[in-house]
């Protein structure tokens, strides 16, 4: 598995599931947050990709269907 | 653009409150059975149209659509019309409501009086209405929507308006495009895939499959074998939500933790587990994944002793405080004059409609055999989908059911077979998703793969070029003509009027004449009560039953000999034109009937009574005559024609413990989930008690999103049950019969607008 964390570019798809739930309480999803709409990641999905990039992996991007 | 960043000028997800809206408008809405949140939204929505219980008022739903739906099926004003008619018609609504310019009412309409009725009837209830448009409806249908929902005062009554729930709002077409043109251009050395089906579902033109194998390093995680884990490098087997830890957002933004029920039975792992490896995690455990980030979370957020919150979160299901807020947001000024610029698309002559399937939704239910053999609530269908035309068109085009036609669109073709559906728009073909899987199991070689014709560019709907007869047919199995109970006045209904005058004139004074003396039940009196007006036709308790009652799976070839073994069915009822018919659902369990024509044929005794009122059936004793399903009015009984339980190849875990599992040879039927019954006795009795009401309750009655079914002790004349019976509109099924069915059917009520001619509904 190591040989994964090697690799230089990883695109991961996953479906309409986050890592991991977000909390409305602390949400980072508030009506002033900026949207996908707006050119930025939504916070699970930059969740996500912050750290598989701190993990090791470079150029990451996460694709939902 | 989405609508919502056209309107808002951001992503907003909408929360509905059907119990507060007195108006529905569903343009053609999947509020009550696709949406998120839908479960919640059609028992607000049942719950207020049940004018037995809220003092004889009920809400007025208005529907337009294309093609059928659930909603549109209850709908007391419905109109079936192209999608270009419906942003038509939604445009003239507009411009009534005050919503937009004026000159938007002078276009020529067909359906001008009609709308004209329904926008007055919308104004005069302004705060108290709402308009819905289903998740296919183009972005200016869905602009329109929010801005007459805004000018009807719905903001802040009937819908709220919260941030997005899911976890990556926006165009999923543009992200998996975007990943295919990466794909194609080398930049993608490594794909980890979790849980979607690229490969069956991508547009054509993305070529998936053929990039996904140039990708050096991929791997799916993957439930089942599918055609996306057959094309990657690398599998891995996923678990099921009931099998590891988790958690979700539900449509309001709650948050729950999902506990498993079971350890993975073939050593499946979840996504979270996956993505735990991929940060260098080699062992991760996912309670210990979603612990830890909680704990974390829980103080940051000064939720207190993290104890005390998790094992709290776990017990009540949900985590506390975590709903969205409603925000407070305004159309833009703009929105409106965006869209005056622009004009109608041209009209195709035929126009395809690419809709996801009842039962196998998108492809990912394909290998679950209930599903398949579920029958769809319209066209009854079973184990295949079929294009589906409406009566007048298929007239035109010569066509009829089983005709297999080819539908060539401007860059693929395919071919299916034709099911004229009533109800359906003229010059409307709905291709139903999710069928047409290579490799899935039960599902392999079922249906046609609408996908393959479904462009990126065109995911809803799109022109078709030309549908031609190949002369060829297809048999459908599609159960609408069995079990037929023909001339015979099964649903009754009325106007809300009428109910609330005299509701005598929609259920006449039942007839209790008979020779004999009347059993006695002195102790309870097991019965149900089925309130039409509730049902929405969403066959959750047939599968709910299939499930509980150990039903078997018979293949299509049995439902074409008329052998499905459901033990419930939803009979779909049509009235009026053929073209906007009036619609209805009537679920048809046994009927319990306290005189009961099964029983007396019987030769073996193997179909009695006993002392509560229960249709029993002993299978030991039953030596397959069949008498009593040919002497059964109500047609719910089934046999055993093969040992379809012994051929159903399925793990021992999966069957009911709690119900026999019955041979070849014997006949079967509803029992009211008679073991549901003695388990609740017995441990009334341990206890020393009575059963309370509501304590036995049937896996159809469960399920029930609607609450549609009640079942209980008749002889309680508190219980809801009894309750429901004293209704004035309570009715049985074949009355003048005399069988005296312990199930008995409230009766189907409509609330028509008066200011619409009938012949328009």
Redesign the interface.
């Known amino acids: 598995m190591r040989t994964l964390m090697l690799a230089s570019a990883v695109a991961v798809m996953a479906l309409s599931q986050a890592a991991f739930a977000q909390n409305q309480a602390s949400n980072t999803q508030a009506a002033s947050q900026p949207s996908a709409n707006s050119g930025q990641t939504p916070p699970a999905a930059q969740q996500i990709q912050q750290d598989l990039k701190k993990a090791g992996f470079t150029d990451v991007k996460v694709v939902a269907e | 653009?989405?609508a919502?960043?056209h309107v808002y000028g951001?992503?907003v997800e909408k929360l509905f409150d059907l119990g507060k809206a007195d108006r529905i408008f569903g343009i053609e809405s999947d509020l009550t059975s696709a949406s998120p949140g839908s479960l919640a939204y059609a028992r607000q929505f049942a719950a207020a149209r049940r004018p037995t219980e809220t003092g004889g008022r009920m809400s007025r739903v208005y529907a337009i659509e294309s093609t059928p739906t659930l909603l549109g099926a209850k709908a007391d004003h419905r109109l079936a019309m192209r999608p270009d008619e419906i942003v038509a018609a939604l445009r003239c609504l507009a411009g009534l409501l005050g919503a937009g310019p004026g000159e938007w009412t002078q276009a020529e309409n067909a359906h001008a009086a009609w709308l004209k009725a329904a926008a007055d009837d919308l104004n005069q209830n302004k705060g108290r209405a709402l308009l819905h448009a289903g998740r296919e409806q183009a972005v200016e249908v869905h602009v329109l929507t929010d801005v007459i929902n805004h000018s009807l005062g719905a903001h802040g009554s009937t819908i709220n308006l919260i941030?997005?729930i899911?976890?990556?709002?926006?165009s999923?077409q543009q992200?998996?495009s975007?990943?295919a043109a990466?794909?194609a251009s080398g930049?993608?050395?490594?794909?980890?895939?979790?849980?979607?089906n690229?490969v069956y579902?991508?547009p054509p033109e993305l070529d998936f499959a053929a990039r996904l194998r140039g990708v050096p390093?991929s791997v799916s995680l993957a439930r089942y074998d599918d055609e996306t884990e057959v094309a990657c490098k690398w599998r891995v087997p996923a678990s099921h939500e009931y099998e590891s830890w988790s958690?979700?957002?539900a449509f309001d933004?709650t948050?729950t933790i999902l506990q498993p029920q079971a350890r993975p039975l073939y050593g499946g792992h979840s996504?979270?587990e996956i993505?735990a490896?991929?940060?260098?995690d080699?062992s991760p455990d996912s309670y210990k994944l979603?612990r830890d980030?909680w704990q974390q979370?829980a103080q940051?957020?000064n939720r207190g002793d993290f104890d005390d919150f998790w094992h709290k979160a776990l017990q009540v299901g949900i985590?506390a405080?975590?709903?969205?807020?409603p925000?407070s947001?305004t159309p833009k000024a703009d929105t409106i004059t965006q869209l005056q610029g622009t004009s109608a698309a041209a009209k195709p002559a035929l126009q395809a409609l690419f809709r996801a399937d009842e039962g196998n939704w998108d492809g990912r239910y394909a290998n679950n055999p209930w599903l398949l053999e579920m029958p769809r609530a319209f066209t009854r269908l079973t184990w295949d989908n079929a294009a589906l035309i409406a009566p007048g068109t298929a007239r035109r085009l010569g066509l009829k059911t089983g005709d297999v036609v080819e539908i060539a669109f401007a860059k693929a073709k395919l071919k299916a077979p034709v099911y004229v559906l009533p109800g359906q728009a003229a010059d409307c073909v709905t291709l139903p998703l999710g069928w047409g899987r290579t490799v899935s199991g039960l599902a392999s070689g079922a249906g046609f793969n609408a996908y393959a014709a479904r462009g990126a560019d065109t995911a809803w709907a799109d022109g078709i070029t030309s549908l031609t007869r190949t002369g060829e047919t297809f048999r459908l199995a599609t159960t609408q003509d069995q079990d037929r109970v023909l001339g015979r006045d099964l649903v009754l209904e009325g106007e809300l009027d009428q109910f609330n005058s005299d509701p005598g004139k929609i259920v006449p004074p039942k007839k209790t004449e008979s020779l004999y003396p009347p059993f006695q039940y002195p102790d309870r009196a097991w019965a149900m009560s089925i309130d039409l007006d509730s049902c929405i036709g969403c066959q959750a308790c047939v599968v709910a039953c299939q499930a509980e009652n150990n039903v078997p799976i018979v293949g299509k070839d049995q439902v074409l000999a008329g052998r499905a073994m459901h033990w419930l069915r939803i009979d779909r009822y049509y009235s009026g034109s053929a073209d906007t018919p009036d619609i209805a659902f009537e679920p048809m369990p046994c009927m319990h009937c306290e005189q009961a024509p099964c029983e007396v044929v019987c030769p073996v005794h193997a179909t009695v009574h006993d002392h509560e009122g229960l249709n029993l059936m002993v299978y030991n004793r039953c030596v397959g005559t069949r008498f009593c399903s040919n002497n059964c009015p109500y047609k719910v009984r089934r046999f055993n024609f093969y040992g379809y339980a012994n051929e159903n190849d399925r793990p021992a875990e999966s069957w009911n413990p709690e119900v026999t599992v019955r041979d070849r040879g014997v006949m079967e039927k509803c029992t009211y989930c008679i073991q549901r019954i003695r388990t609740t006795q017995i441990d009334a009795a341990k206890g020393d008690r009575k059963i309370g009401d509501g304590e036995v309750r049937t896996a159809c009655q469960q399920s029930c999103p609607t609450q549609a079914i009640v079942f209980g002790d008749r002889n309680d004349r508190d219980s809801a049950v009894a309750k429901r019976k004293a209704s004035p509109i309570d009715y049985v099924l074949l009355d003048e019969l005399n069988t005296r069915p312990r199930t008995s059917y409230t009766a189907l009520i409509r609330n028509r607008n008066p200011a619409i001619k009938n012949s328009e509904t």
């Not at chain 2, 899911?166 to 926006?170: F, I, R, V, Y």
């Not at chain 2, 050395?189 to 979607?196: F, H, K, R, V």
């Not at chain 2, 405080?321 to 807020?325: C, K």
């Open positions: 653009m989405t919502a960043t951001q992503a941030a997005p899911e976890a990556m709002p926006g999923k992200s998996i975007e990943l990466d794909m930049k993608v050395d490594t794909l980890i895939i979790i849980g979607p690229p579902d991508a390093f958690d979700a957002r933004g948050v996504g979270h993505l490896v991929l940060l260098g080699s979603l980030f979370r940051e957020e985590v405080d975590t709903a969205a807020s925000q947001l």
